[in-house]
């Protein structure tokens, strides 16, 4: 994936590319070097959630502008990445066309999101929309989220702890906040909450 992003960037007269890193050390230690005007990053990496990156790179480099390019549905998570620092996102699937109309709108200094998400933001921005209408699942912090998506893909507490670099306890407290936040009783009700809403991406449940 990385190897076709370079050679599409590479084919562009208006655009260089500067590097690669497989995960979010590699890439810290690339961009001191490097130094580049955008960042295409995925929510899903090895050794450290997408969002925290994000954050990580905002704090680290306020000027650096952050595409995210992934698989995951954007209903899901687009607006959770901006809010973590990133200036747009685009799905793989979008094509390289719409990828580099997104890099060049980013690097304008506009925000890219797809038509439909742009228009859902609007959407819940709007005072027609029914107070308390939004999902449940956006009530959860970033962490949360990220926990909350692990459970549903099936991964016990000890395998979140180290997905995530926290400690099993950490990750029990964060458990309880959302079954808390979502109104759920037990462990067996939130791990099937987490995997109807994992196997239905998209969904409100």
Same mark, same amino acid.
């Given at each position: 994936?990385?190897?076709?992003?370079?050679?599409? +960037?590479?084919?562009?007269?208006?655009?260089?590319?500067?590097?690669?890193?497989?995960?979010?050390? %590699?890439?810290?230690? %690339?961009?001191?070097?490097?130094?580049?005007?955008?960042?295409?990053?995925?929510?899903?990496?090895?050794?450290?959630?997408?969002?925290?990156?994000?954050? *990580?790179?905002?704090?680290?480099?306020? *000027?650096?502008?952050?595409?995210?390019?992934?698989?995951?549905?954007?209903?899901?998570?687009?607006?959770?990445?901006?809010? =973590?620092?990133?200036?747009?996102?685009?799905?793989?699937?979008?094509?390289?066309?719409?990828?580099?109309?997104? +890099?060049?709108?980013?690097? /304008?200094?506009? +925000?890219?999101?797809?038509?439909?998400?742009?228009? =859902?933001?609007?959407?819940?921005?709007?005072? /027609?929309?029914? /107070?308390?209408?939004?999902?449940?699942?956006?009530?959860? $912090?970033?962490?949360?989220?990220?926990?909350?998506?692990?459970?549903?893909?099936?991964?016990?507490?000890?395998?979140?702890? %180290?997905?995530?670099?926290? =400690?099993?306890?950490?990750?029990?407290?964060?458990? =309880?906040?959302?079954?808390?936040?979502?109104?759920? $009783?037990?462990? $067996?009700?939130?791990?099937?909450?987490?995997?109807?809403?994992?196997? $239905?991406?998209?969904?409100?449940?």
């Amino acid at each position: 994936m990385r190897a076709g992003l370079a050679q599409l +960037i590479e084919r562009q007269p208006d655009l260089a590319f500067c590097g690669e890193a497989g995960n979010p050390a %590699e890439a810290f230690r %690339e961009l001191a070097q490097a130094a580049p005007d955008l960042v295409l990053a995925d929510i899903t990496m090895p050794g450290r959630s997408g969002l925290e990156f994000i954050k *990580d790179l905002s704090a680290q480099y306020p *000027d650096l502008l952050v595409l995210v390019v992934s698989m995951h549905d954007e209903a899901i998570y687009a607006e959770r990445a901006l809010r =973590s620092g990133a200036r747009g996102y685009i799905m793989k699937e979008a094509g390289g066309d719409n990828l580099l109309a997104a +890099i060049r709108k980013v690097l /304008r200094g506009e +925000i890219y999101v797809s038509p439909r998400m742009a228009a =859902s933001v609007l959407d819940g921005l709007s005072a /027609r929309r029914p /107070r308390g209408s939004s999902s449940p699942i956006e009530k959860l $912090t970033d962490r949360e989220f990220e926990v909350f998506r692990l459970i549903g893909q099936g991964k016990s507490t000890r395998d979140i702890s %180290e997905l995530l670099h926290l =400690s099993p306890k950490t990750v029990d407290v964060h458990r =309880s906040h959302i079954k808390e936040k979502l109104g759920l $009783t037990g462990a $067996t009700a939130l791990v099937h909450r987490a995997v109807r809403w994992v196997e $239905t991406p998209g969904s409100e449940a």
